[in-house]
């Protein structure tokens, strides 16, 4: 079974802190997906890697960055928090198919739910 | 207008009968339909996906695929309480997949 870990399932920091969401998986998988998930608004990409050291901007990419050193590890960064990032964060990977995997299905990690106060 | 958008909700059926679950989506080079089941507090899993037009049948559920009329539904057979979740609909282009909103269910027994 695919395997995508969350560092952290909860934290708390404050507002102007450096946040470091990890996300690690264990299926040699190619892509992977950084979302923000809030009530009313859905799930939403910030950002996406389809290989190391390779990102793109998702839809909603302002106030963070990311980080892909090694195949099997996808970080987001909150350059300065603030209280509008208060939300759930969901790390997701799929498998590299055929046209880009448009038939690779994502695979979700447990979520960590963050709080800037 | 949302890139993929579905029926609001709630929606709430009796045990035993079919949930159907819509979904339309905007960009005609769409490539691939998902349908994830995402329990209270838990993280969206995968229930099925399609990518040619028609019906795909696995167990109780369905998809149903109709690229013409931008359209993709899941259908629930027997529902049961257990199947009781917000269900989110995903639209895969050329780079990336975009999500709906979700439309919860909710089956009574």
């Known amino acids: 079974d695919v395997k995508v870990t969350q560092s952290s399932r909860y934290l708390v920091k404050r507002t102007g802190e450096k946040v470091f969401l990890e996300c690690v998986q264990d299926m040699d998988h190619e892509n992977m997906f950084w979302y923000r998930q809030d009530p009313g608004l859905g799930l939403r990409l910030i950002y996406f890697s389809y290989d190391v050291k390779m990102k793109e901007k998702g839809d909603i990419p302002e106030g963070y960055s990311v980080s892909r050193e090694k195949k099997e590890r996808f970080s987001l960064i909150l350059e300065s928090a603030s209280t509008n990032q208060t939300s759930m964060y969901l790390c997701?990977?799929?498998?590299?198919?055929?046209?880009?995997?448009?038939?690779?299905?994502?695979?979700f990690g447990d979520g960590t739910r963050l709080s800037i106060l | 207008q949302k890139e993929v958008e579905q029926n609001s909700g709630p929606l709430s059926v009796p045990e035993g009968a079919i949930a159907s679950l819509n979904c339309t989506y905007s960009?005609?080079?769409?490539?691939?339909f998902f349908w994830y089941r995402q329990y209270s507090g838990k993280s969206p899993e995968l229930i099925m996906f399609?990518?040619?037009?028609g019906d795909k049948e696995d167990g109780r559920f369905t998809a149903q695929l109709n690229k013409a009329s931008q359209y993709v539904s899941l259908l629930i057979r027997d529902s049961q309480p257990s199947d009781s979740a917000t269900y989110l609909c995903?639209?895969?282009?050329?780079?990336?997949?975009?999500f709906g909103d979700g439309t919860t269910l909710t089956v009574k027994p």
């Open positions: 997701a990977s799929s498998k590299t198919g055929q046209e880009r995997d448009s038939n690779q299905p994502q695979h």
């Open positions: 995903a639209v895969r282009g050329l780079s990336k997949s975009t």
């Open positions: 399609i990518y040619s037009n």
């Open positions: 960009d005609r080079g769409s490539q691939s």
